[in-house]
Every structure is written in structure tokens, then in C-alpha cells.
């Protein structure tokens, strides 16, 4: 089936510095979502990409599609302590069948931020 | 933005009852909502696909009869957890996908089971 390796598994970073993490994939996929999740919580939705090349910024955050669709990248400037938490990306396809709708999930990225 | 609610959030429960979690879309209305589980520092488990007035769809290793999911309207999907053992503890997510298409997803809070 479909894998995406999300890295890095974690990071520490002081107050105020920029961060970067990205998801690769052998498959192809149509939708690329940003997630960040906070102890306990569900994830929030931080950035849809839909198009290959697409380059999408939320505040402080920025995402891209990449243009063979087997990845995307995520940014964060300027990070603050609220940013903690863990972000997860996920990749959809349009494709038919029992794969439709369905999201594939990273391993995740741990974000600690030291003030 | 679109809101997923979810119910109860917490749920304490003996071992062979069975517990009924909803998950509602509450601005939108969802054709498609999924059930998730979650363990500690791990990424989502993708249990099952719910689909408005049909069948779930259930992954493989998912026991149906063990979680039964009902999606009645186009608001509203439970997963029901029966006769719950402590190894079904766990963290339950749903989501919920907009009748507009795309693949874009939005979650519930989640629902935090612990069987005694």
C-alpha cells in the first residue's frame, strides 16, 4: 500500500528560529494536508494543497505541493512556544475503488520549542 | 471553518459493556466520515469508512462486529465498541469529509476510552 516517511521524527528548536519538515512518497497523490495536533486533541487542519507546484501560506506557516506529487514540504517561521505539538502530513487520492477519499498519514513530526 | 464534534470526549467503562461514541459534522454536511484510532506518540489508524445510508467500509484487521459504525444522516456517525475489553483503551478520532469532494478531511476532538 501507499507510505509516506514524514522527517524528522522530532525537533527541538529555540524561540524564534525557522523550522522545516517534508513527506515523501513513491506514490502519487492528488491532495496534500498539513495537520498539528495538540496533547489530547484532534487534529486541526492547517494547509489544503490540491495542485502540483502549489505553494500555500497560513501566517507564519507555508506549504508546497511538490511538482511530482510524491511530495510536500512544510514551513514554520518564526516559531513560538504555541507551535508545540506534533504535525502530521497526509496525502489523498482521487483514485477509484476502496482508496477513494482515503488519507495516508506521515509518522509524524514532534515539535518542541524552547523559549 | 468546518467543525466536527464529537461525544462524549472521555468515556470510563467496565469490560463487556459496550459504548457508543458520535461524531458530528455540525456546519456541513458529510457523505463520508472515518473512524480512527490513535496510540500514545503514534500516527492515525485508519479503522473504517462510513458512508451516509450504506454499509461501512472496514479496514483490514478492523472487526465489524466488534465496532459497529452507523451512519444514519448526512450529520451523523457513531461507532459503537461492544462488549469493550482493556485492550480496545485507546484513543478514537473521527472525521468527517465535505459533500463538495476534494480529499480534505477535518476531525473531531476525539474520544479518550479507557476499560477498566
Known amino acids: 500500500g501507499q507510505q509516506l516517511n514524514q522527517s524528522p521524527q522530532s525537533m527541538f528548536i529555540q524561540e524564534g528560529e525557522d523550522v522545516s519538515m517534508n513527506c515523501t512518497s513513491s506514490?502519487?497523490?492528488?491532495?496534500w494536508l498539513w495537520y498539528k495536533q495538540d496533547p489530547g486533541e484532534g487534529p486541526v487542519l492547517l494547509i489544503a494543497?490540491?495542485?502540483?507546484?502549489e505553494l500555500t501560506s497560513n501566517g507564519r506557516l507555508t506549504a508546497q505541493f511538490g511538482i511530482t506529487r510524491k511530495d510536500s514540504f512544510l514551513n514554520i517561521s518564526a516559531s513560538i512556544p504555541s507551535d508545540v505539538g506534533i504535525y502530521f502530513c497526509?496525502?489523498?487520492?482521487?483514485?477509484?475503488?476502496?482508496?477513494?477519499?482515503?488519507?495516508?498519514f506521515g509518522q509524524g513530526t514532534i515539535l518542541t520549542v524552547h523559549p | 471553518g468546518a467543525v466536527v464534534s464529537q461525544h462524549p470526549s472521555r468515556v470510563i467503562c467496565k469490560s463487556g459493556t459496550s459504548v457508543k461514541i458520535e461524531c458530528r459534522s455540525l456546519?456541513?454536511?458529510?457523505?463520508?466520515m472515518f473512524w480512527y484510532r490513535q496510540f500514545p506518540k503514534k500516527s492515525l489508524m485508519l479503522m473504517a469508512t462510513s458512508n451516509e445510508g450504506s454499509k461501512a467500509t472496514y479496514e483490514q484487521g478492523v472487526e465489524k462486529d466488534k465496532f459497529l459504525i452507523n451512519h444514519a444522516s448526512l450529520t451523523l456517525s457513531t461507532l459503537t465498541v461492544t462488549s469493550a475489553h482493556p485492550e480496545d483503551s485507546s484513543f478514537y478520532i473521527c472525521?468527517?469529509?465535505?459533500?463538495?469532494?476534494?480529499?480534505?478531511?477535518?476531525f473531531g476532538p476525539g474520544t479518550r476510552l479507557t476499560v477498566l
Open positions: 494543497l490540491y495542485k502540483a507546484g
Open positions: 506514490s502519487i497523490f492528488n491532495t
Open positions: 497526509a496525502g489523498g487520492t482521487n483514485a477509484g475503488g476502496t482508496s477513494y477519499g482515503k488519507l495516508t
Open positions: 456546519d456541513f454536511q458529510a457523505t463520508t
Open positions: 472525521s468527517a469529509r465535505s459533500s463538495g469532494g476534494a480529499n480534505t478531511q477535518y
